[in-house]
């Protein structure tokens, strides 16, 4: 008799964008540590617990290896994505170009309406601050970073930032901590959109890269400090 995998705890879909609700489900999952670095994902296994076939699970599974979340292994299926000191480095170096880019675009683009939505969402920071909720905490930092690249203009940097984002979202999952003080946090925005709307091309990159790269040494020092049964490449 063959064995059925156990659940994950995952919530049954309805029948619209069934890859993307897939594919969001499983992102959610790896950055909330259901689905640990390593893991199979099973495809059968997730299909039953979501209430649609393997189709859906297979196409997101490739979708979140393009993203890099999973990798993929012939005959064998695919797994969460393992992580590297080296692969953190490359994200964030990344990073700093897309958003030290996206800034400069978005002062350029700035209006009242744009600079009240950026101040609203740094009061929800704050408002989440106080709320021990780490996953949701990281969600809101995001999204701040993400108005940027949108306010920008240019959708194919909103796509690099999504791409990076979901790497970095499962690096601070499998971390479980990286705010001391999200108060704090929440406050170096406000510097980030001071800039933004002082419209200095040469400040505003150098306030980003102070920015991204404090919280580059800091995830870096973390991820060195994993375990090593969660940490190297996927086998």
Known sequence: MRLMSPPVGLTALADTDLVGQVARILTQAIIKGQLLPGAKVVEAGIARE???SRAPVREAA???????????????????????????????????????HAGVLASKNMTPANRDMLRRQIDVMHETAAIDDHARQIEEDYKFHRMICEIAGSKR?????????SELRMTIGLIGRLYD???RIAQTHEALLEVLEQGHPDIITARIDYHIGA?????GKL?????????????
Do not use: M
């Open 215 to 219: 919280a580059w040494r800091e995830v």
């Open 223 to 235: 991820v060195r400090e994993l375990p090593s049964s969660t940490n190297g490449a996927a086998t």
């Open 181 to 183: 003080d999200p108060h």
């Open 50 to 52: 979501l209430g649609v």
């Open 62 to 100: 490739r979708l979140l290896e393009q993203q890099g979340l999973l990798v993929s292994h012939p005959r064998r299926g695919f797994f969460v994505r393992k992580l590297e000191a080296t692969d953190i480095d490359e994200v964030y170096d990344l990073r700093i170009c897309v958003e030290c």
């Open 157 to 165: 940097l909103l796509r690099l930032f999504d791409d990076l984002a």
